[in-house]
């Protein structure tokens, strides 16, 4: 095919990817990494439950998934209080984040969202068409009142807001978000990120509301559910908001492996409990990490820390360089000041063990 077959937006698109995957980086070092700790995975794995049901269901694979992901919608219902047409299932949050842009973006269409954000939702904003407008974090934290300022100001329709955030791990109590999605301007619609609330305090998340239709909230099974590599999330809203997606989305894209583990998983009412303590615990691991090594710890609601490194984006840089060549993967966050960090995802003690011990030794390099 002839280069000017594709569609404008195609051929005028830089070629970027939002996050280059630690295979990627393994195969151009020719060896594997010793501690996985950049993608806020949850190393703590899935539940037990979940295991066994995705074992059981491997042999059935030959059937296709329910395309109404009908009995996780019902569990999901159940679990927050709502109905099965207040949920919508989709591969990922990441996913559910590129059929949402598709349903509200058209040529240049505003959008707001932070400086140094959540880099996949820039990268759908981008693909559909429209046009960013970030507001920069405030003390390590996203600016509820700079998002509405903005909204207002370029009439944006979609307005994207992490809670707890990532990368910083930093996270709003309940009254602010709720004061934000009561201002959410008429027109426009909240994306309330909640891909790490299974980590937050109780105060953190506002009461569902699902009669308002400007708010979205999504969910994951990649991190506290433990399933990243099943691809699985969930949306939920008002009705009519929710039956939108199934105009656009891929029907047959949930497998039904993730489905049958999901719904295990959340039948596990061991699980989260479980997760939230070791989370916690490895929360604490990194933060002595730090403060060992004379650097300090941002304090993080979510199953990630970052560590302020004390100086500028390069230093950070040639940290995370320096963890990499030891074979520690991290990731840090993309623009100043928040770049003066790495992000260190939490994970069992003998991943942490390595970046303990390899942690030193990057630091006195760079002295040197
Ligand atoms: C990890 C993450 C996601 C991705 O969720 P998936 O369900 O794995 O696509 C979404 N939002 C934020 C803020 C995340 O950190």
Same mark, same amino acid.
């Given at each position: 095919m *002839?280069?000017s *077959?594709?569609?404008?937006?195609?051929?005028?698109?830089?070629?970027?990817?939002?996050?280059?995957?630690p295979?990627?980086q393994? &195969?151009?070092m020719g &060896?594997p990494?010793?501690?996985?700790?950049?993608?806020?995975?949850n190393?703590? +794995?899935? *539940?037990?439950?979940?295991?066994?049901?995705m074992?059981r269901?491997?042999?059935e694979?030959?059937?296709?998934?329910?395309?109404?992901?009908?009995?996780?919608?019902k569990?999901?219902?159940?679990?927050?209080g709502?109905k099965?047409?207040?949920?919508?299932? $989709?591969?990922?949050?990441?996913a559910?984040?590129?059929y949402?842009? @598709?349903?509200i973006?058209?040529?240049k269409t505003p959008?707001?969202?932070?400086?140094?954000?959540?880099?996949t939702f820039n990268f759908?904003?981008?693909?559909a068409g429209?046009?960013?407008?970030?507001?920069p974090?405030?003390g390590?934290?996203?600016?509820p009142?700079a998002?509405?300022t903005?909204?207002?100001?370029?009439?944006?329709?979609?307005?994207?807001?992490a809670?707890?955030?990532n990368?910083?791990?930093?996270?709003?109590?309940?009254?602010?978000?709720?004061?934000?999605?009561?201002?959410?301007?008429? +027109?426009?619609?909240?994306?309330?990120?909640?891909?790490?609330?299974?980590?937050?305090?109780?105060?953190?998340?506002p009461?569902?509301?699902?009669?308002n239709?400007?708010?979205?909230?999504?969910r994951?099974?990649?991190k506290a559910?433990?399933?990243a590599?099943a691809?699985?999330?969930?949306?939920i809203?008002?009705?009519?908001?929710?039956?939108?997606?199934?105009?656009?989305r891929?029907?047959? +894209?949930?497998?039904?492996?993730? @489905?049958?583990?999901?719904?295990?998983?959340?039948?596990?009412?061991e699980?989260?409990?479980?997760?939230?303590e070791?989370?916690?615990?490895?929360r604490?691991?990194?933060?002595?990490?730090?403060?060992k090594n $004379?650097? *300090?710890?941002?304090?993080?609601?979510?199953?990630f820390?970052?560590?302020?490194?004390?100086?500028d984006?390069a230093?950070?840089?040639?940290?995370l360089? $320096?963890?990499?060549?030891?074979?520690?993967?991290?990731?840090?966050? +993309?623009?100043?000041?928040?770049n003066?960090?790495?992000?260190?995802?939490?994970?069992?003690?003998?991943a942490?063990?390595?970046?303990?011990?390899?942690?030193?030794?990057?630091?006195?390099?760079?002295?040197a």
């Amino acid at each position: 095919m *002839s280069g000017s *077959s594709y569609t404008s937006l195609v051929r005028d698109l830089p070629s970027t990817v939002p996050f280059v995957g630690p295979e990627t980086q393994e &195969r151009a070092m020719g &060896r594997p990494f010793r501690a996985r700790l950049g993608a806020n995975e949850n190393g703590f +794995g899935p *539940s037990q439950k979940a295991v066994e049901a995705m074992a059981r269901a491997a042999g059935e694979v030959w059937q296709y998934g329910d395309p109404e992901n009908h009995d996780l919608k019902k569990a999901l219902a159940d679990v927050h209080g709502v109905k099965s047409d207040n949920i919508i299932v $989709g591969e990922g949050i990441d996913a559910l984040l590129g059929y949402l842009t @598709q349903m509200i973006i058209t040529d240049k269409t505003p959008v707001v969202t932070s400086l140094g954000a959540y880099p996949t939702f820039n990268f759908h904003v981008s693909r559909a068409g429209g046009t960013l407008h970030m507001v920069p974090f405030h003390g390590d934290h996203e600016d509820p009142e700079a998002l509405l300022t903005k909204a207002k100001e370029t009439k944006a329709p979609l307005i994207y807001f992490a809670n707890p955030d990532n990368p910083m791990g930093t996270w709003h109590n309940a009254d602010v978000v709720q004061s934000l999605i009561d201002q959410v301007p008429d +027109g426009s619609l909240l994306i309330l990120d909640e891909a790490y609330i299974e980590f937050a305090p109780a105060g953190a998340a506002p009461p569902l509301d699902v009669t308002n239709d400007k708010v979205i909230r999504f969910r994951t099974f990649s991190k506290a559910y433990g399933m990243a590599g099943a691809r699985i999330g969930y949306g939920i809203g008002e009705a009519r908001l929710i039956d939108a997606f199934n105009k656009v989305r891929n029907h047959f +894209g949930v497998n039904r492996i993730a @489905q049958i583990g999901a719904l295990a998983s959340l039948h596990d009412e061991e699980h989260i409990p479980r997760v939230r303590e070791l989370v916690n615990r490895a929360r604490n691991r990194i933060k002595q990490i730090a403060e060992k090594n $004379g650097l *300090s710890a941002l304090e993080s609601t979510a199953n990630f820390v970052a560590i302020d490194c004390g100086r500028d984006g390069a230093y950070a840089k040639a940290v995370l360089n $320096g963890l990499a060549e030891q074979g520690v993967f991290v990731r840090m966050p +993309g623009v100043p000041p928040q770049n003066r960090c790495i992000r260190v995802s939490t994970g069992p003690d003998a991943a942490l063990e390595i970046f303990a011990e390899t942690l030193p030794i990057v630091i006195a390099g760079l002295q040197a």
